[in-house]
DNA sequence: CTAACGGTTACGATAGACGTAACATGCGAA
DNA sequence: TTCGCATGTTACGTCTATCGTAACCGTTAG
């Protein structure tokens, strides 16, 4: 069977159930068949992983038949947040500088080649941008080249893929010019994007740093273009200056 | 093997696993052996199921060679509290609650035979009650009894266990005294404890209803004793009363 | 030094998870 | 009506994926 060549000690029942888990949150309320279908797996096979995931209320079942995240996912959910210090630590200062920029804040980790949401925190204001906390986003365009700059160089080129695609026209695309913004980055410590993922949208954003210096994390400040000008962009970066340095030292880095 | 006599169809593998992750949860940075020891189970048998976990990013190892949750946890976290609609809907009016009662506030299922915190508020103010989603609690004691009051007869009795294990001095222990109170809570649809969970604490809960009217969840205010006088008590009722009305609503119920 | 413990690997035996196939049910079209 | 085509479910025999044992490293402790 030539089926899957590398795998080290995976039990496959645990990671289709785990494919399931993700199916259910990013579909909700679907079904047994297309949870099957998607996943290119029988679907016997699928509702025995639904049955045992519903006995522990990792899912459950609406009335109509169709699928949810359960209760324990909440509370796995909470736990998790608890847990992880980054999210722990940043949570409070997201929520502040969302206050004082008046604009949405993400926090960012790189997961293996992308760029994951993994905190956000929303001003109150009727139009805003919107952040989804598990959201991926590639390395290269937009704030999350922080993440990229301050890696060590033979990994940066390792997850620089061959071609950028372009997310729009402003999308750096020539790798020569990206790895030339990437030094611009490192050097001056912050990074503006205009309009790089999205056309309306710019963004500042900085590097937070763990106790040994490197850096975990981005945070950034993301706001409509047509409303923001460049005193603000410089309001928000001095802002995420002080927000990064607050979560920096949280996680025991001092400078 | 005389093991275990009735099981539908779960999935082993699964559920050891989920067991591993719920033990990652409790015990932040626990380690292979002690998981392993407290689910009676071989170690390698766990460290599979870690190593499944760990990389899908449900959990991570730290570098000391602790577990913690991963970051995939977050996202299915975050997911769940957006796809569970009570959870949705009522975490702004806990939070605007907590706001204008400046107590503690929380939500509560009914999980099985317990009471399950499923989101909460907490004031900032230095001294409040400590609210943790995730914790659970006996349905006969405190506020949780609400999430008995209204169930149907056979199924309230058999959820009722046959001793009451009195938590503090005035936690009701008598079947007939917490019966006749459940009537009484039935009648005035509210409920006020003082003291039966914890001697120094005292809170008011309301039920709230889905689209069919059942009794979905619990809202409760918990506040100290010593700081909470009658009028208090009258106001957070009133308080609850508008919250558990709009939870309400948002389920779909029209009185 | 040995003993004890945590983590890991190897491997062969077998329980248990697997897919196939068939059944149940509902819905809509012909 | 009957047929077709969905979805969800059960049954069952095959065989594989998962299991525990045992042995192996390291490190720590005594």
New binding site residues.
């Given amino acids: ?1 030539p ?1 899957n060549e590398i795998k080290a ?8 159930a785990i494919s399931v888990l993700m199916e259910v949150a990013a579909n909700p309320d679907c ?7 998607s996943l290119g ?5 699928i ?5 045992t995931l519903e006995h522990r209320g990792l899912v459950q ?1 609406t009335h109509e ?2 699928y949810l995240l359960g209760n324990a996912m909440l509370v796995l959910g909470t736990a998790a947040s608890m847990q992880i210090d980054l999210v722990k630590i940043a949570g409070p200062v997201l929520e502040s500088l969302a206050l004082k920029a008046y604009e949405t804040v993400q926090l960012r980790i790189r997961d293996n080649t992308e760029a994951l949401c993994i905190a956000k925190a929303e001003p109150s204001r009727d139009l805003r941008v919107h952040a989804v906390v598990g959201r991926r986003r590639p390395l290269y365009a937009g704030s999350s080249k922080v993440l990229l700059a301050f890696l060590p160089e033979d990994l940066r080129n390792e997850l620089l893929p061959i071609s950028l695609d372009s997310m729009t026209a402003r999308t750096i695309t020539e790798r020569a010019k990206l790895v030339q913004e990437l030094e611009t980055i490192r050097a001056t410590g912050y990074c503006i994007s205009r309009g790089e993922v999205s056309e309306q949208l710019v963004s500042v954003s900085l590097p937070v740093r763990g106790y040994d210096g490197s850096v975990l994390a981005a945070i950034n400040i993301a706001a409509p273009a047509f409303r923001t000008q460049e005193a603000d962009l410089d309001r928000y970066r001095s802002l995420l200056v002080e927000g990064a340095a607050k979560i920096s030292a949280g996680l025991g880095w001092s400078r």
Avoid at 9 to 16: E, G, L, P, R
Avoid at 41 to 45: A, G, H, L, M, N
Avoid at 47 to 51: D, Q
């Fill in positions: 069977m089926h000690d995976i039990i496959q029942s645990v990671d289709v079904r047994l068949s297309n949870i099957a279908r797996e029988t679907k016997p096979r509702l025995r992983s639904l049955r079942k038949g169709g």
